[in-house]
C-alpha cells in the first residue's frame, strides 16, 4: 500500500500500490505522476526545497507558497484512494 503523509509544505509517501506486478501496476503509475508534477511545479517556480526519491519512498518539501500544489496532490491522491482504498492511504 502507498501511504502518503502530508505536513507544513511536505509530503512523503511510502510504499507501494502493489495492484499489478511491477511495470504494470496502473496505480503506482498515477501516484508517481502525481508526484513528478508536483516536483515539475516546484521546480519550476524554485520552491522545491528538499528532495528525497527511493524505492519505495519519495519526500517533497517546498518553501512559501504552495498551497495550489498542495491542494492538487492531495486531491488526486485521494481520489486514488478512494477508488482503490487497498493499495493508496491518505494521512494528515
Not at 521546480?43 to 500544489?69: F, H, N, S, T, W
Request: aromatic share 6%.
Amino acid at each position: 500500500m502507498i501511504c502518503a503523509v502530508f505536513g507544513e509544505n511536505r509530503v512523503t509517501l511510502r510504499g507501494h500500490a502493489d495492484y499489478a506486478p511491477r511495470g504494470e501496476d496502473i496505480v503506482c503509475a498515477a501516484a508517481s505522476a502525481l508526484v513528478f508534477a508536483l516536483i515539475g511545479a516546484l521546480e519550476e517556480k524554485e520552491q522545491l526545497r528538499e528532495l528525497v526519491i527511493k524505492p519505495g519512498l519519495v519526500m517533497v518539501a517546498a518553501e512559501g507558497d504552495c498551497r495550489a500544489e498542495w491542494q492538487l496532490i492531495r486531491c488526486g491522491l485521494g481520489q486514488l484512494a478512494g477508488k482503490y482504498p487497498a493499495c493508496v492511504r491518505l494521512e494528515a
